[in-house]
């Protein structure tokens, strides 16, 4: 057999590394020094968060925003639903990005550029370049979700015991919930007092019938909602301080 030249052995040699990364895919053949481990390599799988393929962007805080038209939203907030629900031909409850603006310049928010960017991002909720109205004026007007508390506020609604698990927010409880609040605010103190009068085991809870006899008249329609919002367990109870939070600022 031929001799094997000392270019032909160093040539062969640099071949092998290949060749064995061919046949075997697992291997890695890098020139460069193994990196350290980081720390995220290091958590289990379980317990890494997981992602989906289309990420939603989060929810805007414009809280800061929100309390600054606040009170302005509350003394015209029926005027303002009232124009966006001629403006929401679909009854959707969302109309275009650019009639918001023209109710927010017509009804005097005073909102800079820079505020509304973020208003109108937070609610466009579907990212299709429409305005989720009921949301925004649901926001401005009910106390939907807990409220945190200081140690100098004077606690007007007791805490629940058991904190609330809220159901669906639809379209029509937001809209039963504005129609009632005019007529809960100057007598919630009164229903109250009813409330509790009725609660024997002072458990915060009512049986939906006392809630229903005791309480501003409701459709069909809408107890149905509300009942979704605050009794989504099918307990046929409903928890009266949180209904009655909801109103109270």
């Known amino acids: 057999m031929p001799s094997i030249t000392p270019s032909a052995t160093s040539s062969a040699t640099s071949t092998k590394p290949a060749a064995h ?17 980081t720390s995220s390599s290091l ?3 379980s317990s890494r968060p997981q992602t989906t393929a289309t990420c939603s962007a989060p929810i805007l805080n414009c809280e800061t925003i929100e309390n600054k038209i606040r009170k302005n939203i509350q003394h015209s907030w029926r005027c303002i639903l009232k124009v966006c629900k001629e403006k929401d031909v679909s009854k959707l409850g969302e109309i275009p990005v650019s009639d918001f603006l023209d109710i927010a310049e017509k009804f005097n ?13 937070k609610y466009d ?5 429409r305005f989720a109205y009921y949301d925004f004026l649901q926001s ?21 015991q058991k904190p609330l698990s809220p159901g669906t927010q639809a379209t029509s409880f937001l ?10 605010l100057p007598c919630w103190r009164p229903m109250k007092r009813t409330f509790t009068s009725y609660d024997e085991s002072h458990t915060g809870q009512l049986h939906v019938a006392d809630f229903r006899q005791y309480s501003i008249n409701l459709t069909e329609e809408e ?3 509300i009942l979704e919002f605050y009794d989504k367990t099918l307990s046929s109870k409903i928890s009266y301080n ?5 109103f109270i600022q």
């Open 109 to 121: 928010l005073d909102l800079s550029e820079g505020e509304i960017k973020q208003i109108t991002a």
């Open 21 to 37: 990364a061919m046949q075997n895919p697992r291997v890695c053949v890098s020139s460069q020094p193994e990196h350290p481990k």
């Open 223 to 225: 107890l149905f909602s």
């Open 140 to 160: 401005c007007i009910l106390l939907l979700k807990p409220q945190e508390s200081s140690l100098l506020q004077r606690v007007i609604i007791q805490k629940p």
């Open 43 to 45: 958590i289990p799988a």
């Open 242 to 246: 949180d209904f009655l939070q909801a």
């Open 125 to 129: 909720l579907k990212k299709n370049g």
């Open 175 to 184: 809209s039963a919930m504005l129609r009632i609040q005019p007529q809960i």
